[in-house]
């Protein structure tokens, strides 16, 4: 069965203050590997698809990368405005191809 | 384009009740998706559809629990009855099902609250 982990749950970085979150995952053949942003109230926002294993994506402050097993989300000097939760979301090939399943996310705080 | 859009944005109502929520997908998209999301839970598919055929429903988590989409753009996600641990934010998603760019688009959810 697919799996998707992230982490941490949580996190609190001071402005400018550089870090990344993991996303485990485990499926039968990625067809993709998806990051999204989510602010309270509002739905998750697509950030990045990663295909394949060292497949890299930027967007400002941010940038994924992809192995086998894992991605990450790397933030550089971060700003307020940055603070969201940051959903990991996988599609396999398998028996359910298009299912696409969520990690629970990590809430980033970035204080001023 | 507008986006998916999601009505109503908020719904309350007593135990027992009939509660239907809409969905709009993006024009040209053939993948819906209904996902529940809840602090202890996080964001849980329900099911999705693909040309307005049902594909996987494995996520509904009742018979009280039913999905239809009549066309290519319209959903509905109906509960009947609801019962107050149905209180959760529903959301819908759309995709297109080409090689690259399955990447799904979120609408803003309902909050259903059921008291």
């Known amino acids: 069965e697919d799996q998707v982990t992230q982490s941490p749950e949580a996190l609190r970085l001071q402005e400018g203050e550089s870090s990344s979150l993991n996303c485990s995952y485990t499926v039968s053949g990625l067809r993709g590997l998806f990051w999204y942003r989510q602010d309270p109230g509002k739905g998750p926002e697509f950030l990045f698809t990663l295909y394949s294993a060292g497949e890299e994506k930027e967007k400002e402050r941010l940038k994924a990368t992809l192995t086998k097993k894992e991605s990450f989300l790397h933030i550089t000097a971060p700003k307020p405005e940055d603070s969201a939760t940051y959903l990991c979301a996988v599609q396999s090939w398998g028996s359910s191809a298009s299912k696409i399943i969520f990690g629970s996310g990590t809430r980033l705080s970035i204080r001023p | 384009d507008a986006g998916v859009i999601q009505s109503p944005r908020h719904e309350v109502t007593e135990m027992g009740q009939e509660v239907t929520l809409r969905c709009k997908p993006i024009s040209g998209h053939d993948y819906l998706f209904w996902y529940r999301q809840t602090m202890m839970r996080g964001l849980e598919l329900l099911i999705y559809?693909?040309?307005?055929?049902?594909?996987?429903d494995s996520g509904m988590p009742e018979d009280r629990f039913s999905a239809k989409m009549p066309n290519a753009s319209f959903s509905t996600l109906k509960i009947q009855p609801s019962e107050p641990r149905d209180s959760a934010v529903y959301f819908c998603a759309s995709s297109v099902g080409r090689a690259g760019n399955t990447e799904a688009f979120f609408g803003q959810g309902t909050r259903l609250t059921v008291v």
């Open positions: 559809f693909n040309n307005n055929v049902p594909i996987d």
